[in-house]
């Protein structure tokens, strides 16, 4: 379908919703647009506002579906790479990194419609489908339910496309390696033709899918002036992690004994697995902890409880394949940490009262 024929459907389907004054109130706009039509009528100027504006509407509806369609092939490309470099790099770092962006680009992919409502409103009858965000502001072109603009999906897409390109090159880099080192071997002369060896039986491995269903959060900076209350940390209270930080580029803030603990941590992590310790979340403000309470419900917790707030917990990514159940890296974790002064707590295990693998605290 092309833009204009979107834009010309929408246009209609506005021209008609105009007149559903009662219907069309229950829309975020529907205000906005009563005034403006109003407004064109006392001064006996042709209703063309309102038309205009649904213009910019579809416009803007047109543009983030193509985003959302950028988005949607970056993450598939990015899929297929994590799939396809799995124990085929040497610095599994980059994969981590990777994954992380594709949670952010999962959740906008489910936050944002996949075809415009103005294409929805061609297609079916009735204004229950009609565009929900402001016509009057073509510039910003969000929208205010999905919380994403075009803008934020192509930001989404350069992140994850320079993360993808990062995975296939240290993959090349890998190959080019192993093919280096089986390259004299295979001049050796073979005393016997080698029997073919069964290949070992596939082993379930678990998904690599995050189990993290919800909106994306991210880290917090310090709280400049806070007060020293959970999810008020001031700058001077914390520091960041040195190896790695969040999708928006925040540094991972701990409380400044548990990052050093932290540190040591993972040395020790990297020496065992050959990578760093990954990261989701450490410290968490009040505002953020107050968002996800009200995106998450009881699942998280009550906003200035949460040990994330007082800069003594972080999360590893919500990854079942790298720190789920039974993996090497979690049980390593749940092993070797507390001599670090890093433990899963007990409301966190598989049988306790809100299992979560990924959930470590700072007991010193
Ligand atoms: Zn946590």
Redesign the pocket.
Known sequence: MTAALVVGAAGGAWAWDSHQGDVATRQANAADRAVAVAEAQASDVDVTVGHDAALDRARVAVVLVEARGGLQETADTARSALAATEGKIADDTVRQTLAAQLVVADAALAAVPATSPDTAVATSSGPTAAPSSDPSDPSDPSDPAAGYSAADLRAITATLSTGTAAVMAAHDAWTAQQAAVAAPAAKRPTPRPAAVAPRPAPTRAPSCETTYTGPPFYTSPPTVGGDGSNGKLPPSALTAISWAKDPHGTPYYLRTNAAAALERLDSAFRAAFGHHLGLD?TYRDYDTQVEMRAALGTVAARPGTST?GTGL?L?VPELPCQYGWDTPQRDWLVTHGPSYGWTSPAWAHRDGSNP?Y??FDYVG
């Open positions: 979340l994330h917990a999360d979560e990924w959930h």
